[in-house]
């Protein structure tokens, strides 16, 4: 399906937006469904906290000196802080790695800068020094409200706590998204109606809904929990669905909801194919240039990628130039999320490569009912974000 046409043949006439993400290693409990790379603390690490604080910010920043000269002029439009729990470190040491970047890059005046947080490691006072630090959106996983689900999801919060993280956090910080999870063992529809109308009580400007799925590596795929069917799972979503429209949230992305101008500008430019700086134990980055477009690994341990930082100066595990062949399916594969989709033209600025090479998947997707027919956007049919790995797969060549 997708013409053989080398990175060497192609051109990028114009650069994609920039950001940088950061990833923080270290939470205080393993949830037994996350797959992300997170590790539990350990109490005499180094450091009181259970983790060395210091030496991973002063990892951090040397990680992010070594991609300089990779993005040389270019500004940085926006900032995510993910975890683990990024929430675990001081407000000092937030400060100091937020004033570090900014003496290095060209960082957007108004850029949006995002921190996730467990509610369980909400303090007011640390939340007013994130925000002095200049933190300016927060995204708490909240997960659900009551007590019984937060349990079987080995949360270490509980509902009030949850309740009253999202009111520090309001009173703190321009955005706050609530992150909560649906199809949870044993949930009735009726359990999950309470979740939305709790979190919606709080009128954030920013909601996202995930279905709960058993990854593997984790220690649910191992002890699976009996989970509803997918008859309630389904009934559940169009439920949610439906409740957020009548409270004014607009789906923009498959889990994503949002006031009018509120969406989250870092994912976005995921989702457009847009560039991220990945610093960071097991971050991932993403840097175009004229020619080429290319990705890379870090150590996954923080142990190892602190100990590589500090004896070889950088701590890639994997860099390369991404071959022409693969653009085309990345490219869709977050495209294809967003409900509005991407002007079609946005493959071939942000690919190289000319809309030619997809032909064939466009006109399948469409022939199927998975894509809309309007020429001028890329984008699912309300039939394909349903099925959007059926959609997306038609790309894969």
């Not at 937060?150 to 009111?167: D, P, S």
């Not at 890379?296 to 100066?313: A, D, I, L």
């Not at 085309?328 to 999320?337: D, I, S």
Request: hydrophobic share 40%; proline share 5%; glycine share 8%.
């Amino acid at each position: 399906m997708v013409l053989n046409t080398g990175l060497n043949k192609t051109s990028l006439t114009a650069l994609p937006p920039l950001s940088l993400y950061i990833h923080f290693p270290w939470c205080e409990k393993k949830c037994p469904y996350c797959d992300f790379n997170s590790h539990q603390i350990k109490e005499g690490a180094g450091a009181k906290s259970g983790f060395d604080e210091e030496r991973y910010i002063n990892a951090l920043i040397a990680d992010l000196e070594t991609e300089l000269p990779r993005i040389w002029g270019r500004q940085v439009h926006s900032i995510f802080i993910g975890g683990g729990t990024p929430s675990l470190l001081s407000a000092e040491g937030m400060d100091r790695l937020l004033s570090a970047i900014r003496a290095r890059i060209n960082l957007e005046p108004d850029a949006e800068i995002t921190m996730e947080a467990n509610p369980g490691s909400v303090e007011t006072e640390k939340f007013a020094g994130f925000a002095k630090a200049g933190i300016n959106r927060v995204s708490l996983g909240i997960q659900s409200f009551q007590d019984q689900q937060l349990k079987a999801l080995g949360r270490i919060h509980n509902g009030a706590e949850a309740k009253r993280a999202i009111e520090i956090a309001l009173q703190h910080f321009k955005s706050v998204n609530l992150d909560l999870m649906f199809g949870l063992p044993m949930q009735t529809l009726e359990d999950a109606k309470r979740d939305v109308e709790t979190a919606l009580s709080f009128k954030t400007p920013h909601l996202s809904f995930y279905n709960l799925t058993l990854e593997p590596n984790t220690y649910f795929a191992s002890f699976p929990p009996k989970l509803p069917n997918e008859e309630v799972i389904d009934a559940i979503f169009e439920q949610n669905l439906e409740l957020l429209s009548n409270a004014g949230y607009k789906r923009y992305e498959v889990s994503a909801y949002a006031k009018a101008g509120m969406e989250c500008k870092h994912n976005l430019n995921y989702w457009r194919f847009g560039d991220y700086i990945g610093i960071g134990a097991g971050a991932h980055g993403k840097i175009s240039f004229p020619d080429k477009i290319t990705r890379q690994v870090r150590e996954r341990h923080p142990e190892t990628y602190m100990n590589s930082m500090e004896s070889k100066g950088n701590a890639l595990v994997e860099s390369k130039d991404v071959p022409a062949a693969d653009l085309p399916f990345e490219f869709m594969l977050n495209a294809l999320r967003l409900t509005d989709g991407v002007a079609t033209n946005t493959f071939t600025e942000r690919t190289g490569l000319p809309l030619s090479v997809i032909g064939k998947g466009l006109d399948e997707a469409t022939k199927k009912g998975l894509l809309d027919s309007n020429p001028a956007l890329l984008k699912g049919t309300t039939q394909g974000l349903r099925y959007l790995n059926n959609l997306q797969e038609i790309f894969l060549g």
